[in-house]
């Protein structure tokens, strides 16, 4: 199985910070990579597929780059509503696997 | 509006059985692929399972290979998860997932997750 390790697992930054992710796959997973946010109590939702590509409705200020092994998931400008985990995702092999998640805190 | 309904979760004890079901609506179910996915506690999502949109082929995890299986009625649309001899380690909210018809693997819309504890 291909595991992906995110960091940090949790992160706290005042509004108007950049924020940075990290995800590391155990092995190359080419561009097969989608990010997630999940808010308290609810379902996830689909950010970013293919590594960087904004899923519609999505703010701009989200972003994602990287390839092979490994990948960084970006907030230029933290606001409030982004407050969530953000969990990465790997599609080049079954199974799917998640990251363990990165919870955003505002200071 | 697409809509994913999951419900049939509930505490069951060690080794029992539960059936989710997951209801979709606002779109054409027997099009798409779905799956199920977990979540324990305070823990990361695993991807449990994949049924094709005509119900093969299908997939599962590892760890619920042969205790759960993954069906779906396209005429009712509903999506299903049975589930047996469940253990502790099989608490968690269980989500249903649409994967986008566009990107392979990529889940576009979850359903609100049912809870399912296991525990005598």
């Known amino acids: 199985d291909i595991q992906m390790t995110q960091s940090p697992s949790s992160l706290s930054a005042s509004v108007g910070d950049r924020v940075t992710i990290t995800c590391q796959a155990s092995?190359?997973?080419?561009?097969?990579l989608n990010w997630y946010q999940q808010k308290p109590g609810k379902a996830p939702k689909l950010l970013i597929y293919d590594v960087s590509n904004l899923e519609t409705g999505v703010p701009s200020r989200f972003s994602g780059s990287g390839s092979g092994t490994d990948f960084t998931f970006t907030i230029s400008s933290l606001q409030p509503e982004d407050i969530a985990t953000y969990s990465c995702?790997?599609?080049?092999?079954?199974?799917?696997?998640f990251g363990g998640g990165t919870k955003v805190e505002i200071k | 509006e697409v809509q994913l309904v999951a419900s049939g979760g509930g505490l069951v004890q060690p080794g029992g059985s539960l059936r989710l079901s997951c209801a979709a609506s606002?779109?054409?179910?027997?099009?798409?692929?779905m799956n199920w996915v977990r979540q324990a506690p305070g823990k990361g999502l695993e991807w449990l399972s994949y049924?094709?949109?005509?119900?093969?082929?299908?997939y599962y995890a590892d760890s619920v290979k042969g205790r759960f299986t993954i069906s779906r009625d396209n005429a009712k649309n509903s999506l299903y998860l049975q589930m047996t001899s469940l253990r502790a380690d099989d608490t968690a909210v269980y989500y249903c997932?649409?994967?986008?018809?566009?990107?392979?693997?990529?889940?576009?819309?979850w359903g609100q997750g049912t809870l399912v504890t296991v525990s005598s």
């Open positions: 049924i094709g949109s005509g119900g093969t082929p299908i």
């Open positions: 995702q790997q599609y080049a092999n079954l199974p799917l696997t």
């Open positions: 997932a649409r994967e986008s018809n566009r990107r392979e693997n990529t889940f576009d819309y």
């Open positions: 092995q190359d997973i080419r561009d097969y």
């Open positions: 606002g779109f054409i179910f027997s099009s798409y692929e």
